[in-house]
């Protein structure tokens, strides 16, 4: 299979968007052959003093060349066909060109690093209806050139910019109905765009087909595959093939429960006779005897969550696949290797048994000789019809790597293989072979991607000296990431064994919730703390006091947006650790106390009943000290009113929520600043949430409790709007104070008092009372009458509005009443602000 993106129809031939027919080709000219003759130095002179030029005839000879090897006429069709070895041999020419001079090629590299810089910028700025094949072609190239350009920099001593992600939008709707069309689970492209970052991988995958063995996947939603989800119910034995005869195998429990209760030994399978009189005899293993350990996806048929057992044809099968490894360490006298297998070994029915088993998995994984996994997904396809790369993907987008348990067998394996149609292949292995094979640009940009997933596999037992300092439970979180498991409180147990902690301390704790705190503790205990950026997670919380800053889970993610899990990756790794105390986490963040204005202390109610709420969009706050106003906008609403049709934004309005207002209402709010890898300083991201009583009023307070409330970005107002704001805050509070608000509300308590406390019946009133509505329009017009005193009168405001950009002159009045129903102002708190978040 060549690279993608060489072979492409010139965009010549026409585009059926309209407005595109010369923007194509010239983009296609600019970038795609602009970007190769870059490559193929044109561009030298300049690097140094008094180097000739490319002179005039060198020029065309180099744009000859380009075209020559690339552009195909058919007809009156061109075609762009570039194959890897034509562009291999360009950037041959350019190596033997350029000057030997380190500073001339550190010069030449950087330079070329600029030019895909723009490309990139150039991609990503292009109109929604731009063809997208010649977009792709345009990506695949720069990538492909990236990674040469990387290269360079390492030999040359500079640090790899390894920032940009061509593979972005790759895969549109057209591809993404084939690739469902050819057996692929929804949730599964999901999880190829979120991890995969390179056009040859996502090109690869696309190209892949999964229709083997049929699988059912209606009920998947974007975010989470429910085919292999196991209902203990519903669930049936199969045989091997619908029409076998044969009888179910089962093995003594209570021989299982008599090994498992001695220290550091499990049992093994020692299968003997053929397939209708198969025998199963448990043994207890030692240190010595080799076991391949077996690593599957329940659903396809070799799980059974009710008891020990299982159809001898199914296990006559497994025996030949384990005996076919046929490493000379797992042979024995029968040929058949010890073979342990969850199904049999361990208990199926709760008790001390299975709580035993569950303790010594990872004993059993770390001690087998081999792990062999079994997916159907994978057991359909030869792996003598696909390339290495292809055998790689396919694994890394199997069913297996969507389970929770099986990322720990594979985990903890000195050995893993997979098993495909003709044959059982070694992972590291086909790792080896693509990385020797790196040496051609194509498997460079896949290698990058698939080590990303080999890593996220391997590196908790067997870490990789060259990633040695990455953080460990942003490791986890990233593996975890579209995993799945069928009974909630598993999660717990793998996580305590991939995190190596006490699992007898989480077994111990039966219901969910309280192991995943256990979970936490023990981490926190481990690594003397917790990374103080949890609490900037948007994800479900456990709601236990003391712990609503901890995830429920780290299965469960916010699906909103991709690049959601990359700042949780980084948030993971940050160095200042929090506390874990009965009161929350404690940590340590600059921030403000938010309180409501003072000048609205008078006690008059600051809604004034009758006027229309407008929906929450963000809170505007005041810093009390510097006059500056800040913009808190509640981050979830924010990505999911990007994405929202009319119609769902019409919906979320009507349910009439303002949970920034409620908190900011209670008037001592807490805004935590997020001051790390925060890029602009104008703008944070922070933590909003109540401020509590002191629990215990003799003690003194080291710090701030706050309850967590709501993730926010917090933005500084620009300088117009600050003069518009405090133009109109100034307007509110004479509003507020006017003859007419002070009849609106005598007309609104001779309401209240008529409906004598029942708010339905006062809400009713408020709705259709004609005095009010009446009142409400006379206050109206004032607001309209005073911000028409201040523009005749003052310049800066009509300017200020303008130039805001934000409201025009004629309704800048409606915003008055923000600030007469909402006016809080913000202290702000020192550096290094004590916080509790609960
Ligand atoms: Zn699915
Ligand atoms: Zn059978």
């Known amino acids: 299979m060549e690279a993608y993106g060489l072979h492409i129809h010139h965009a010549e031939a026409g585009s059926s968007q309209h407005g595109m027919e010369t923007l194509e080709p010239f983009i296609q000219t600019w970038l795609y052959f602009g970007l190769l003759s870059e490559f193929l130095c044109v561009n030298l002179s300049g690097f140094k003093e008094g180097t000739p030029s490319v002179n005039e005839k060198e020029f065309r000879a180099i744009v000859d060349l380009i075209y020559e090897a690339t552009l195909i006429q058919d007809g009156n069709r061109k075609y762009v066909n570039l194959s890897s070895d034509s562009l291999n041999s360009f950037l041959q020419s350019t190596r033997q060109r350029l000057p030997k001079e380190t500073e001339i090629m550190r010069k030449f590299y950087q330079h070329l690093n600029h030019c895909l810089s723009c490309t990139s910028s150039m991609l990503a700025a292009l109109p929604a209806g731009f063809n997208h094949a010649v977009k792709c072609s345009i990506a695949a190239l720069a990538e492909l050139l990236m990674n040469t350009v990387n290269t360079a920099f390492r030999l040359i001593g500079l640090k790899p910019d390894f920032g940009r992600f061509w593979g972005k939008g790759f895969l549109d709707n057209e591809a993404k109905n084939l690739m469902k069309s050819h057996g692929w689970c929804i949730s599964d492209i999901t999880r190829l765009e979120a991890k995969y970052k390179s056009i040859q991988s996502l090109y690869a995958a696309r190209m892949m087909d999964k229709s083997l063995p049929r699988r059912n996947h209606d009920n998947c939603t974007k975010f989470s595959c429910n085919f292999f989800q196991i209902n203990k119910g519903a669930f049936r034995l199969q045989h091997q093939e619908d029409t076998c005869p044969c009888n179910p195998l089962e093995v003594d429990c209570e021989a299982l429960a008599s090994i498992l209760s001695k220290d550091d030994v499990f049992p093994v399978l020692n299968f003997t006779g053929d397939l209708y009189n198969l025998k199963a005899d448990i043994v207890e293993s030692t240190p010595e005897i080799p076991f391949v350990a077996i690593s599957h996806v329940w659903a396809d048929g070799l799980g059974n969550p009710n008891s020990n057992s299982l159809f001898r044809c199914k296990l006559h099968h497994l025996t030949k696949l384990v005996a076919a490894i046929g490493t000379q360490d797992i042979l024995h006298k029968q040929n058949i290797p010890y073979i342990w297998l969850d199904t049999l070994c361990c208990p199926a029915q709760d008790g001390d048994g299975k709580q035993q088993a569950i303790e010594k998995i990872r004993l059993v994984y770390q001690q087998a000789k081999h792990v062999l996994v079994l997916d159907a997904g994978l057991m359909s396809y030869s792996a003598s019809d696909q390339e290495e790369f292809e055998q790689l993907v396919r694994i890394f987008t199997s069913g297996w790597m969507r389970r929770l348990w099986t990322l720990q067998e594979g985990a903890l394996s000195k050995s893993l293989y997979f098993q495909f149609a003709d044959r059982a292949v070694p992972i590291a292995e086909l790792m080896n072979t693509i990385f020797k094979k790196c040496n051609q640009m194509r498997y460079k940009a896949i290698f990058m991607d698939l080590s990303n997933e080999y890593h996220g596999l391997t590196s908790f037992f067997h870490p990789s000296p060259d990633l040695a300092d990455t953080n460990e439970i942003a490791t986890l979180d990233r593996s975890l990431q579209f995993r799945n498991v069928s009974v909630p409180a598993d999660e717990p147990l793998c996580i305590g064994t991939l995190m190596d902690l006490n699992l007898n301390e989480i077994l111990n704790v039966k219901e969910k919730n309280g192991r995943m705190q256990k979970v936490w503790q023990l981490i926190a205990a481990k690594k003397g703390g917790f990374p103080m950026q949890v609490i900037f997670f948007q994800e479900p919380r456990i709601d236990v006091p003391g712990w609503r800053w901890a995830p429920k889970s780290l299965l469960a993610w916010d699906g909103g947006s991709h690049e959601l899990m990359n700042t949780r990756f980084l948030k993971w790794s940050e160095k200042n650790l929090g506390k874990v105390t009965d009161q929350g986490l404690r940590v340590q963040y600059p921030g403000y106390r938010i309180k409501v204005a003072p000048e609205t202390g008078d006690r008059k109610p600051q809604l004034l009943p009758g006027f229309p709420r407008r929906p929450e969009f963000n809170l505007c706050v005041q810093d009390i000290n510097t006059g500056e106003w800040y913009h808190i906008y509640d981050k979830s609403y924010a990505s999911l009113n990007q994405t929202w049709t009319e119609e769902e934004r019409k919906s979320h309005n009507e349910l009439g929520l303002f949970p920034l207002h409620d908190i900011a209402e209670t008037s001592d709010s807490g805004l935590l600043l997020n001051s790390l890898n925060n890029k602009i300083p104008r703008v944070h991201e922070a933590l909003f949430g109540t401020i509590l009583a002191p629990q215990s009023p003799d003690s003194p307070e080291e710090g701030l409790t706050v309850r967590r409330g709501r993730v926010v970005v917090v933005s500084l107002v620009r300088p117009q709007v ?117």
């Not at 406390?757 to 206050?779: H, M, R, Y």
């Open 722 to 838: 600050t003069y518009v704001y405090n133009t109109l805050r100034r307007l509110a509070l004479d509003v507020r104070t006017s003859d007419l608000a002070e009849k609106h509300r005598a007309i609104y308590e001779r309401l209240a008092r008529e409906r004598d406390g029942s708010p339905d019946l006062l809400e009713a009133a408020i709705a259709n009372s004609e005095e009010l509505g009446t009142s409400v329009k006379q206050i109206e017009k004032e607001m309209q009458r005073m911000v028409e005193m201040v523009a005749a009168t003052d310049d800066q405001f009509v300017t200020a509005v303008e130039e805001s950009g934000e409201v025009h002159l004629n309704s800048v009045w409606l915003w008055i009443y923000e600030f007469v129903a909402h006016d809080y102002v913000g202290e702000k708190l020192a550096e290094e602000q004590v916080w509790f978040v609960d």
